[in-house]
Each structure stands twice: as C-alpha cells, then as structure tokens.
C-alpha cells in the first residue's frame, strides 16, 4: 500500500537497522529515506523515476531511469 498524500497522514514507519545498512553504503540520509520507502511500499514496481538517477542507481532492486527515458518507453 502507498502512504496517503492527505495532509493530516503519518509518515510511513521505516526501521532504523535498514536505514543505517543503507547509509553504510555511502547513500544520504535522505536518499536513504526513499529507499526504504521504496523497499516497503512498492517492492514489486520495474522502474523508479527521479531526476536524481545516479543517487540511486545499484540500490534498489528496481531499474532506476530519469523522467525523460520514462517518457520514451511509456
């Protein structure tokens, strides 16, 4: 399930163990964040889209692309 985009929502809960394991892989905390975010709310998803792709491209399981390659393959 994908955590609500309501205002009033909580944010999801990710567990410190895996947020360190991530980071200890020279990853931000924030990029970390996403990550574990990402692991627990859309495990099953092929891509995952961020301008940002060289900050999580070999950490997630996913294939890791920029919007501009989203648009050329959908």
């Known amino acids: 399930m994908i955590p609500s985009l309501s205002i009033d929502s909580s944010l999801p809960e990710l567990g410190t163990g895996r947020l360190l394991e991530i980071m200890a ?11 574990a975010a990402a692991e627990a709310y859309i495990p ?7 301008w940002d792709r060289e900050h999580f491209i070999n ?15 959908s």
Do not use: Q, W
């Open 44 to 50: 099953n998803a092929s891509h995952f889209v961020t």
């Open 25 to 35: 892989k020279k990853t931000s905390f924030g990029d970390a964040l996403v990550i």
């Open 59 to 73: 950490k997630l399981e996913m294939e890791v692309i920029d919007p501009v390659e989203f648009l050329r393959i």
